[in-house]
């Protein structure tokens, strides 16, 4: 028998307190290589998708299908996981690359989403290729959009991930995901519109190739600025809403002039109230794409001039299409949270 402090310690009570300190450090031995774990699929760019209408579901593949369901061990983690890469098929398309299958890819087959390895064929590459959209039922998540299959996307039907169309609450639901870290957070940079939002529903818009920037209205002219007084933020700040002119694209609200929005008129962009006509309502909507210089941001290309994208130049913002390094980052940009 040992006293220590003034205490009676039995061997048997030693033993005890060393089985129980070999479990704790047992436990956080656990813990720390789960968030080395999680940190590194963060750090590595891969991400979640977390089903809009089963929150605690999110995108995985299981035997070579896809599936939601909850994530609880590190399998689930890891079979969850992806990385948002330029489309197989170009253009402004995205696919998903498995983070445990490496060089793998969900694509559709037999309207069934599954993971399979590219065989080189064009249609693989359009199977596995999706447009970025704004979700179906809520403008501020995602969808996404088959590139051989317009208007059909991937959904979840009894937690089985399939490539569907159709319509309805339930089917807009099914079909809108959105980009999370494993903790829940957005992460930086995603392709998701917004990725993140101020309590009441505003968002800044940060240049791509100008850090320090952000889009703002000033004398009803649309520009880039740095962000140094209470009235720039005001200037800066938008509620993205659905677009104006159809269900698939979105318009930018102002938060210091209620109801006006951004559209283009003369190719210029401005800050105007709407007049009614659909005209307006086109000028003033735009499409949701991949970043045209980085995926994992956005482009905004016009809903009645295809091809043309929201940019900056001179520090003033354009509809204007064209080509070239420059034009591509001038023309991405990310919402970001105040």
């Not at 809009?52 to 983690?77: M, V």
């Not at 318009?251 to 929005?261: I, L, M, W």
């Not at 064209?322 to 001038?330: A, P, V």
Request: glycine share 10%; charged share 25%.
């Amino acid at each position: 028998m040992q006293r220590m402090n003034g205490s009676i310690r039995t061997p048997a009570a030693g033993r005890r307190a060393g089985k129980s300190l070999s479990t704790c450090i047992m436990v956080l031995c656990v813990l720390a290589i789960a968030a080395v774990f999680c940190g590194q699929a963060a750090a590595e760019g891969f991400v979640a998708f977390q089903s809009f209408n089963y929150r605690d579901h999110y995108i995985r593949h299981r035997s070579f299908l896809g599936e939601i369901t909850p994530i609880q061990s590190s399998l689930d983690k890891a079979d969850s996981s992806f990385r948002i890469v330029p489309g197989l098929a170009g253009g402004k398309s995205v696919s998903f690359e498995s983070r445990n299958y490496p060089g793998q890819y969900l694509r559709h087959q037999g309207f069934r989403i599954k993971l399979h390895r590219p065989d080189g064929s064009d249609l693989f590459r359009k199977d596995a290729s999706f447009w970025t959209v704004p979700g179906l039922a809520d403008p501020s998540w995602n969808s996404f959009e088959s590139v051989n299959y317009p208007g059909h996307y991937i959904r979840h039907r009894e937690f089985h991930l399939y490539l569907e169309r159709g319509d309805g609450e339930l089917f807009r639901k099914d079909c809108t995901f959105r980009e999370v870290n494993r903790d829940g957070s957005r992460p930086a940079g995603t392709a998701i519109v917004p990725p993140r939002r101020s309590d009441d529903g505003f968002v800044a818009l940060q240049s791509y190739n100008y850090r320090s920037h952000y889009i703002r209205h000033r004398n009803y002219l649309g520009e880039i600025t740095p962000i140094n007084s209470g009235l720039d933020v005001a200037d800066s700040s938008f509620r993205i809403v659905p677009g104006l002119a159809e269900g698939k694209s979105v318009s930018f609200e102002s938060r210091n002039y209620p109801g006006q929005y951004l559209r283009h008129q003369g190719f210029r962009i401005k800050l105007h109230r709407p007049d009614g006509s659909d005209l307006f309502r086109k000028d003033a909507s735009f499409r949701v794409v991949p970043g045209m210089a980085d995926p994992s941001w956005n482009s905004f290309e016009s809903v009645n001039y295809p091809g043309h994208y929201l940019r900056h130049r001179d520090f003033h913002l354009y509809l204007e299409r064209g080509d070239g390094d420059l034009f591509r980052k001038d023309c991405t940009f990310r919402a970001v949270g105040r």
